[in-house]
């Protein structure tokens, strides 16, 4: 359709600019298909770290406790600290200051060194005594040996 006339002046330009809007939509094309690239490549890492994320929450998630098992252990810590606490408070004249404890300990110490003493002494009269029981069973042996011979000697010059 070649004519002349008004429309064959805007022949050229419309055909130009149909050629423009068609260069214009396939570039848009690639650049949303590069953008949907994009976005899949940036989902699938997404996923991945939440897949991850998820394994480590399960694995962290395993070391709690029940709430319940919570307060049930706490309670019961909480009974004994109360229990150790009065039976401290009632038996607190029976513990002793470190001065106090210092000087029982050193009047233990006093106490035990007077007593070895008087063991060692005792341990001295015992061996005495046994040297004295050794000499008097010498002693006896030997009579009962003279004994013997006098009663001996009797019954011979009879």
């Not at 480590?56 to 019961?76: I, M, S």
């Not at 009065?86 to 060194?113: G, P, W």
């Not at 060692?120 to 013997?148: F, P, Q």
């Amino acid at each position: 359709m070649t004519g002349t006339g008004p429309l064959a002046a805007l022949a050229v330009p419309l055909r130009d600019h149909l050629e423009r809007l068609l260069a214009e939509h396939d570039r848009q094309h690639l650049a949303e298909g590069k953008a949907r690239e994009l976005a899949a490549a940036e989902v699938a890492r997404r996923l991945h770290d939440l897949n991850g994320a998820h394994d480590e929450a399960r694995r962290v998630q395993g070391t709690y406790l029940p709430r319940e098992v919570y307060e049930e252990h706490h309670d019961a810590l909480a009974s004994r600290v109360e229990q150790l606490v009065k039976d401290l408070t009632a038996n607190q004249t029976s513990y002793l200051t470190r001065d106090a404890a210092d000087a029982k300990m050193a009047a233990a110490d006093v106490e035990h060194r007077q007593a070895r003493d008087a063991l060692a002494r005792l341990y001295s009269t015992v061996e005495s005594l046994r040297a004295r029981m050794v000499g008097y069973v010498s002693a006896l042996s030997a009579l009962l040996v003279i004994v013997t011979v006098i009663q001996l000697v009797a019954a011979h010059g009879r």
